[in-house]
């Protein structure tokens, strides 16, 4: 006997069955369209934004992160059990679709059936086993939604409506199953691949073959209607994101990873700057709200919602989302609050995680442009000084420009304007110019690079401030200003190779600046530090020592480089002992966004938050990498009375004390 | 309604200051220039005023080279109308009476219904120039204002005494005031007022059009402050520390006395 089974079995395969049965599919499947037209056009009252460029690399990015659910599985435990339920339900997905192929186009048509034999012993199997994991995860997800409830996890209908109904769905599924197992299978050998619908046929069996009858064509329908409502809803509910949040992949920025789009500031049509309403957005800022998943991982990550800041990623996106399509007219800062934009430190972790892609930080530097370029606004008055400071004097400090290159009197290092043949041009930055705390860190790689024998050149008087503060917190004219003076100077020296100590400058200088015309290498000294050693021109003595390591946000997230930095511990004798975030999960020092310029009024301190965590780790020592980092984490230390218990180094300075 | 704010461009008091060669006023190597602080308060009055009347016809005035100009456009920025730039390379041998008399002689046919300056300028801080303008206009004072308002041709306004003691003022226009800080926090100028501000008239007239008065002051000298006595840092326990401090107010002042 060939193995397979009646399609439409105790339904029938005839007008009354078909003509209902794909009356209701079409309406659903119209319904899903229309409403999804519909919807577009709240994304189209959005700027215009190119996000189909490379579409061969946009495919298989969303190929893969919707098949494999990489981003998704980023989390573990809620992060599993979503993917497995996708595989569940994606498996039966495909297995009703084979039967729709066979049944009603070749079967119908061609006469070809190949669900039968072999192949449809493991249909069954795989189909059986599918529906099964898709339950248990479901049933999951539900104990974790409604009795587990995790902190921050906001339960809506569309949450409700959306587990019962897959539930529903698939415990129908499986009963019907195992109806026609119950007066069709129970006995023969094929019922043993199915061992779900065998368990539930057995359950059955007891009630006689017409009362199973009735209840199978009762429960087909009742399942086929479900189906449809399934279907017919998902663009007016969260289930929408399997559509949105898979083509928000396939609309990705494709980088370079933090880039901010660079304002025109020559344009002489422009009426306004940066985002006032949702239609100052792009299309892609509105589409990114219904994309959004409220899983709140972002909230969970952002530092600003940890320390009692009004800031959470996940609803400013939401919040974006309900202006475009309930009241697009309103005013974006009035709506969000000014306390919910100046609170980001743009430390890029909700981004990072984001399961769905979504873009955050961008739309709150839109958002401050606005305020600042438009209204004169800043987070508080000593933003504005250091704004007048930064325009006058080229730092935030306001001190004098002219004593810039102070700091490296006696030291070998030489200004570009002395001597311009040199092997690289090390871009101080503010901090290392003007902080005394800062200004060993600038000293010790002066001494590391001349151990190396590397020839450094700066700019002295000659340097600014690279913009990055003031491009964060939205004044993207005194940014252009600074980058511009910047640029002419490397270009007037035929500078080819710059280093920096401050992963801000780095992040600028590399990816910023490209678009106003600047292009040559440019790298952070941990990056630069580690290529010397491995090449052995950079000769470190290993003397042990304990330490935990803290990844700056603009090293780590912005740019990848988590190895590089614990390369040079390593070779300094550190046993590190990590915190509990880490790498890409990295908890901000408070100091990005250019929240180094104002006063943090709202809420815990971020930076005694994190060094808290760097205590808790039971090193004596915590090491950055970054002069913002340093300064937060010196003031952070002091302000969780852990003065004595921890201390705060670049690593900058670990490696001077091992020069061999 | 005319109204006028004059400016004066200073260096940035962080800079690093050195006395020129003629060693009767400073170098002007390495120095970042900005506006005085004084004149941004006028700036400020003088646009909230304009934005209160509605009509109302802002010039900035500032005396001093071609670089001068750049200071000038940030208060066309902030919101005034026009800029008159008197071209003078040697403003700073300038007396406060030779300057105000090139205001003067600016202002003199213009009818403008209220002048604002700063209290005084941060590099040479005389504080004169406001006052000898009005005096040479014929039009009353008012100087060192906290709190400025104006309704109907008259204006209210506090001056700021010795000892935090304030005096309430009021004339009628026309009239010139000049600006102490607490008067109103300048504003940031926006970006669109930045790139108008570009385009706005900024016309310069040669000083000697103006028939600049002979200085009555001359500068003989101008040099560092002379270093004094070091100070004393106090190191012990706070006990100690007290009865230290209490032998020292004893020994060399009167404060215990």
């Not at chain 1, 899903?32 to 495919?59: C, E, H, M």
């Not at chain 1, 500031?265 to 309403?277: C, H, L, N, R």
């Amino acid at each position: 006997m060939e193995y397979t089974r009646e399609i439409y079995w105790n339904v029938g395969h005839g007008a009354i069955t078909l003509i209902p049965m794909y009356l209701l599919s079409l309406t659903a499947i119209g319904v899903l369209v229309y409403a999804f037209l519909q919807r577009s056009k709240i994304y189209k009252q959005g700027q215009t934004l190119n996000r189909t460029d490379q579409l061969p690399l946009r495919i298989t990015t969303m190929i893969k992160n919707v098949l494999l659910q990489s981003k998704v599985l980023n989390v573990r435990g809620p992060g599993a059990a979503h993917a497995l339920f996708f595989w569940g339900f994606f498996i039966l997905f495909l297995g009703t679709c084979l039967i729709f192929l066979q049944a009603d186009f070749t079967d119908l048509f061609f006469g070809i059936k190949f669900l039968k034999g072999s192949f449809y012993l493991f249909f069954s199997l795989i189909l059986d086993i599918a529906g099964l994991i898709a339950i248990i995860m479901l049933i999951g997800l539900l104990i974790r939604r409604y009795i587990v409830r995790p902190a921050g996890l906001e339960n809506k209908k569309d949450d409700f409506i959306m587990h019962g109904l897959l539930l529903l769905i698939l415990i129908s599924g499986f009963l019907i199953e195992g109806a026609r197992i119950a007066v069709t299978e129970i006995g023969t050998p094929l019922a043993a691949w199915s061992p779900v619908g065998l368990w539930v046929a057995k359950a059955l069996y007891g009630m006689g073959e017409p009362a199973v009858r009735v209840l199978h064509s009762n429960l087909w329908w009742l399942h086929l209607f479900m189906v449809v409502i399934f279907i017919a809803i998902i663009p007016f509910t969260k289930l929408r994101h399997i559509f949105t949040t898979s083509a928000n992949y396939l609309l990705t920025d494709l980088g370079p990873k933090g880039r901010v789009p660079t304002l025109d500031m020559e344009d002489e049509e422009a009426e306004s700057f940066g985002a006032a309403q949702i239609t100052d957005m792009s299309w892609k800022d509105i589409f990114d709200a219904d994309a959004c998943t409220s899983c709140k991982r972002c909230q969970d990550r952002c530092p600003a919602w940890a320390t009692d800041k009004p800031l959470s990623p996940m609803k400013l996106v939401q919040q974006l989302g309900d202006v475009a399509s309930q009241n697009p007219t309103a005013n974006l800062a009035e709506t969000i609050t000014k306390d919910v934009l100046w609170a980001c430190t743009t430390c890029r972790a909700c981004q990072e995680i984001c399961p769905a892609d979504i873009e955050h930080v961008n739309k709150i530097i839109d958002m401050r442009r606005n305020l600042v370029l438009m209204e004169g606004e800043f987070p508080g008055e000593e933003v504005t000084t250091a704004m007048e400071n930064t325009e006058v004097n080229g730092n935030p400090f306001g001190l004098a420009f002219a004593s810039r290159g102070d700091w490296a009197a006696g030291l070998p290092v030489v200004t570009l304007e002395e001597n311009r043949d040199v092997d690289v041009l090390y871009f101080v930055g503010c901090y290392a110019s003007f902080d005394k705390r800062n200004q060993t860190i600038a000293k010790a790689f002066i001494q590391l690079c001349d151990a190396a024998g590397v020839k450094v050149g700066i700019l002295g008087k000659e340097e600014k401030c690279c913009g990055e503060p003031m491009r964060k917190m939205g004044n993207e004219y005194l940014y252009q200003m600074q980058a511009s003076d910047n640029i002419e100077q490397f270009k007037n020296y035929g500078v080819t190779q710059i280093v920096t100590t401050c992963p801000h400058c780095f992040n600028t200088l590399n990816k910023d600046y490209r678009d106003l015309g600047l292009d040559l290498n440019v790298t952070h000294y941990t990056e630069f530090l580690a290529n010397l050693l491995q090449q052995g021109q950079l000769k470190i003595q290993s003397q042990p020592f304990d330490c935990t390591y803290h990844d700056s946000c603009y090293l780590g997230r912005y740019n990848d480089i988590y190895q590089a930095p614990r390369t040079l511990l390593q070779a300094a004798g550190a046993t590190l002992t990590e915190m509990a975030k880490s790498g890409a999960e990295s908890f901000c020092c408070s100091a990005g966004g250019g929240r180094i310029l104002a006063d943090e009024n709202i809420g815990t301190r971020i930076s005694e938050k994190r060094a808290q965590m760097a205590a808790d780790t039971g090193a004596p020592t915590l090491i950055s990498n970054c002069p913002f980092c340093l300064t937060m984490f010196e003031d952070g230390i002091k302000g969780a009375e852990l003065d004595g218990q921890l201390q705060s180094k670049d690593l900058a300075e670990i490696l001077v004390e091992r020069l061999a | 309604m005319k109204l006028l704010v004059c400016i004066k461009q200073v260096p940035d008091m962080e800079s690093k200051f050195k006395v020129n060669a003629a060693g009767n006023w400073y170098e002007e190597t390495d120095l970042a220039w900005r506006m005085n602080e004084y004149d941004e308060y006028a700036v400020e009055q003088a646009v909230q005023l304009k934005q209160q009347v509605g009509e109302a016809d802002l010039t900035v005035l500032c005396i001093g080279s071609d670089r001068v100009k750049e200071t000038m456009k940030k208060a066309l920025a902030m919101g005034c109308d026009r800029g008159a730039h008197i071209a003078d390379d040697a403003s700073h041998l300038k007396d406060p009476y030779t300057i105000a008399s090139l205001i003067a002689a600016y202002a003199k046919d213009k009818d403008f219904d209220l002048i604002f300056t700063g209290m005084q300028s941060q590099d040479r801080g005389s504080g004169q120039v406001g006052v000898l303008v009005a005096e040479m206009l014929g039009i009353p004072s008012l100087t060192t204002l906290v709190e400025f308002s104006y309704a109907d041709g008259t204006i209210n306004a506090k001056r700021e005494l010795e000892g935090g003691i304030k005096a309430k003022v009021s004339c009628t226009t026309p009239a010139l005031v000049t600006c102490q800080l607490g008067l109103n926090t300048p504003r940031y100028p926006t970006l669109p007022n930045i790139m108008k501000a570009k385009k706005k008239e900024l016309i310069s007239t040669p000083v000697d059009d103006l028939n600049p008065q002979p200085s009555l002051l001359e500068v003989l000298q101008v040099a560092p402050p002379e270093k004094k006595g070091g100070g004393l840092i106090l190191e012990g326990d706070p006990a100690d520390l007290a009865d230290q401090l209490i032998q020292i107010l004893k020994e060399k002042t009167t404060a215990l006395a």
